[in-house]
């Protein structure tokens, strides 16, 4: 039996029930949620799209261009905010979604905070310096490509360097570019093509969340591009898309289609440039050309050349010049030496040889009277300062003095220059002139001068 079409609805006029069914539902009218922002985007009219997600679950939102003038902050995917609206259905495409009224900042999403943590980390490390960036070859043989071998990226990647410089080889490196094992496998396949002999390495994906982009946020990641020996251009997401790869790599571009033509040089730009350096390179050949052929025929026209027994000529004088010179300087030298043998011939100590011993002997005579007169007069003078000193010694010597009737009276060795020094019984020693006198104390007297 054939069904009548009137049982059958249009799929537009069950969305629009369904809408109808969310509308009319008083407790979805204002719904609080809280939850972290992904796949955030600005439409050019003002409208916000994006994802609100918690750790198993997500609802799509769109906060409309009159509602965004109450936001005191700009959202951004990793977020978590705090939203109020109403749940709806958007017929078009059947699914409902939250439209928000308001939303306020809830601190960053957990992925976020990691993600700045280990940004954080690697730049203290250095991995970021342009210090550590290999240059990108201008005129790649080979490059290999590290990316999902299937979807947009590999396709715009592959058409793109065969558009603009299709000499150059490429090689894929198939790989995960989302989820858990993503990660792993792409530091797999970097190493592996460090292996090939290749110029330059593209390695990203297309566009996506942040959970779909994190493979390029992990560590793991990061020092395999930072470790390979081979300059690498980051190609990951679109051009508001940073990830840890893009600061480590060596050249961040914004899309895979960017980094093809970051990778290569057009073969237009090329061939201008090969035309350009053969006009310079022919220019170049062609003077110097004409340069020579001027030498040439200046050295054609030349005197020597048109009269080579000239040469001969002048090469002859300048001989007969040097053996002219050679000559007188053989001469003058012959004649130094003659007079030098004559004048020693004609030495009146050849002809006479006893002479110069009578010479030295008289010499050395009046040398040693000489000394001799030398020595006796410091004998003297040294004999006459004695004299001086014996007699400067008798002058000041004390003992002299006792022979003009003084004496020294001594205790225990020791002079005695005042009364106060003895005491009565004191034994002392009288030192005269000529001999000693022991005595005992017996009265002391004092007096003043």
């Known amino acids: 039996m054939i069904e009548t079409e009137e049982k059958y609805l249009k799929v537009s006029d069950l969305n629009e029930y369904i809408k109808c069914m969310f509308d009319e539902n008083t407790a979805l009218r204002k719904i609080y949620l809280k939850g972290e922002i992904s796949n955030f985007k600005n439409h050019t009219r003002g409208h916000l799209y994006f994802t609100l997600k918690d750790e198993s679950s997500r609802i799509s939102a769109v906060m409309f261009y009159n509602n965004t003038f109450s936001l005191n902050f700009k959202p951004e995917d990793g977020m978590n905010v705090l939203v109020s609206g109403r749940i709806s259905c958007y017929p078009a495409q059947g699914t409902y979604q939250i439209y928000v009224e308001k939303m306020e900042k809830d601190g960053l999403g957990n992925l976020y905070i990691e993600y700045e943590k280990l940004k954080k980390k690697l730049a203290t490390e250095g991995l970021f310096d342009e210090r550590y960036k290999k240059p990108i070859p201008k005129y790649p043989r080979k490059i290999g490509i590290i990316t999902a071998p299937t979807g947009a990226a590999i396709r715009d990647i592959l058409s793109t360097i065969k558009r603009r410089f299709p000499i150059c080889e490429t090689i894929l490196f198939p790989s995960l570019v989302q989820g858990a094992s993503a990660a792993p496998d792409i530091v797999r396949q970097i190493k592996r093509a460090g292996e090939y002999d290749l110029d330059v390495i593209i390695c990203g994906r297309g566009g996506g969340s942040i959970e779909d982009l994190w493979a390029f946020n992990e560590e793991i990641v990061a020092r395999a591009i930072f470790e390979s020996k081979i300059p690498i251009i980051s190609a ?40 350009e350096k053969k006009i310079r390179l022919t220019t170049y050949i062609q003077n110097a050309i004409k340069n020579k052929q001027i030498k040439v025929n200046h050295l054609k026209n030349s005197f020597i050349l048109k009269n080579p027994m000239s040469l001969y000529e002048i090469k002859e004088q300048k001989l007969d010049n040097l053996i002219d010179q050679i000559n007188t300087i053989i001469k003058n030298k012959l004649s130094y030496s003659e007079n030098r043998i004559q004048h020693i011939r004609s030495n009146s100590i050849l002809k006479n040889p006893l002479r110069m011993y009578e010479k030295n002997k008289s010499d050395i005579k009046n040398k040693g009277v000489r000394v001799t007169n030398l020595i006796q007069g410091i004998l003297e003078k040294n004999a006459h300062k004695e004299e001086l000193l014996r007699n400067t010694l008798k002058l000041v010597n004390p003992l002299n003095i006792l022979d003009k009737g003084y004496s020294l009276v001594e205790k225990n060795g020791k002079i005695i220059k005042d009364n106060k020094d003895i005491e009565i019984e004191d034994k002392i020693k009288i030192k005269l002139s000529k001999g000693e006198i022991t005595a005992v104390v017996k009265e002391k007297k004092e007096w003043k001068i």
């Open 236 to 275: 990951v997401g679109h051009e508001v898309d940073f990830t840890i790869a893009d600061f480590v790599a060596d050249l961040r571009a914004p899309t895979p289609t960017g980094a093809a033509e970051m990778s290569v040089p057009t073969i237009v730009d090329t061939s201008h440039i090969i035309s």
